[in-house]
């Protein structure tokens, strides 16, 4: 078996991008691991990284071998066979080395499937990839808490760390100049004089005119070299002004109907695309507030454990849960200081009068305050009054309301990129 050995040294952030170029070119791969790992982990472990494998049938590297004929040099160690300058055939048969695979089969040769770990950024970056926020809006706190410099120039008066070198020595040079042009362009007039004068005669020189020249020599010499190398005049310092810094603040909104009607796999189904709303946020947002909403026949704002865990259930009126998301709106989270989003999940039972007031909140008091509202249906049954009442706010929101219909857990994914597609135009950062 013969081996090459790559001695070349790996520049800085190297692997790094070679890592990433093997990441695209086994893209396909990865995004189908990604969605079964989505749909099949637990929740608590959803955002870790994964175990990739490729099949070996899919990698196609070039590979090097040695043919028949040719010249080599080889050393060998010390033997009693063999002297230098002795010839030895080459083995015969075809190219040299093998598979080196030794699986006890009766199906010929194998190689193992090839198979990496990806970080848990790197999963993320798959899961969403592709996908933005709509409506996405950089929004400034009434009380703004944060600011950042900026840079505002040069100024003459400032402290010893913010002095600008450059600039300070750029003025020193031009205040040199100004102040010593008269005095050189004297003593270049001076000079020449005096070389005139001791080109002549030393019979017909004039000594008395040239002992004045040398002395106004001397003088303009000593004027141009005390004039100062640099001045507290010329001392310029960078200036920098506070800014307020925009908001990167969201709230999300987890409405979720816990009446008799929700099965605990139900449950689960909502508490899955909740994670991955949560996550998709958490990427673009640097603080996120969630408020969790469970409802029946009453809603109530609840700890995430009480949200997905409680066992409180009884009727159902959705109304309850969408009024009292309106009123935390009111009270904490006014729509010009933050990006408000929310997902309501429900099997679609609701009283039937119910859901025209839902239609009606929803349209006077909650949509035009928030980024998106999705709302999905899990249910493997029709569609009752619920869904169609929301319809007609998607009808005349779409851009703010849509929605969704679920029948499992392999739904959930397919369904939150379908949401949260990037649209034409659509920015998917701050």
């Not at 950042?148 to 450059?166: C, M, Q, W, Y």
């Not at 009606?360 to 509202?373: A, G, N, P, R, T």
């Not at 949401?419 to 920015?427: A, D, G, H, I, P």
Request: proline share 3%.
């Amino acid at each position: 078996m013969s081996y090459i050995i790559d001695r070349r040294l790996n520049g800085k952030h190297k692997s790094s991008v070679n890592r990433q170029r093997f990441l695209r070119r086994y893209r396909e791969h990865i995004r189908k691991a990604v969605e079964e790992a989505v749909n099949e982990r637990s929740i608590k472990d959803l955002d870790r990284g994964e175990r990739i494998t490729i099949p070996q049938k899919d990698i196609h590297e070039p590979s090097f071998g040695h043919g028949q004929g040719g010249t080599g040099s080889i050393v060998h160690p010390g033997n009693k066979e063999f002297i230098t300058g002795d010839r030895i055939p080459k083995p015969k048969g075809g190219s040299g080395g093998g598979s080196g695979n030794g699986d006890a089969s009766d199906s010929g040769e194998g190689e193992d499937d090839f198979v990496f770990q990806i970080s848990q950024e790197e999963f993320l970056d798959y899961v969403f990839e592709d996908l933005a926020l709509p409506n996405l809006l950089k929004k400034e706190l009434k009380e703004i808490k944060e600011f950042s410099l900026r840079h505002a120039g040069v100024v003459s008066d400032g402290t010893p760390s913010k002095l600008n070198i450059v600039r300070s020595m750029r003025n020193a040079y031009a205040r040199r100049m100004v102040m010593s042009g008269g005095p050189r362009r004297q003593l270049k007039e001076v000079e020449a004089e005096i070389a005139r004068l001791l080109a002549q005669d030393s019979v017909l020189r004039d000594d008395h005119r040239l002992a004045e020249l040398e002395e106004q020599k001397a003088l303009l010499e000593q004027k141009i070299s005390s004039t100062p190398f640099l001045d507290t005049y010329d001392l310029r310092y960078n200036h920098h002004v506070k800014e307020p810094k925009p908001s990167s603040q969201a709230v999300m909104f987890c409405v979720m109907d816990v009446s008799g009607s929700m099965t605990q796999e139900t449950k689960n189904i909502a508490k899955r695309f909740f994670i991955l709303l949560y996550l998709f946020l958490r990427r673009n947002y640097e603080k996120i507030d969630v408020i969790f909403i469970r409802h029946h026949t009453s809603a109530k704002e609840v700890s995430e454990e009480e949200f997905f865990y409680s066992r409180e259930t009884g009727g159902t009126i959705v109304s309850s849960a969408l009024k009292l998301m309106d009123k935390i709106i009111e009270e904490r989270y006014p729509s010009d200081s933050w990006n408000i989003y929310a997902a309501q999940a429900s099997d679609g039972d609701n009283w039937d009068d119910d859901s025209m007031i839902c239609r009606k909140i929803l349209e006077e008091d909650i949509v035009d305050k928030v980024q998106y509202f999705t709302y999905i249906e899990i249910t493997p049954r029709d569609h009752q009054s619920l869904w169609y009442s929301y319809e007609q706010v998607q009808a005349a929101h779409p851009r703010y309301f849509s929605m969704r219909h679920i029948t499992d857990v392999g739904d959930i994914y397919p369904v939150f990129r379908d949401l949260f597609q990037r649209r034409q135009n659509e920015s998917s950062g701050q």
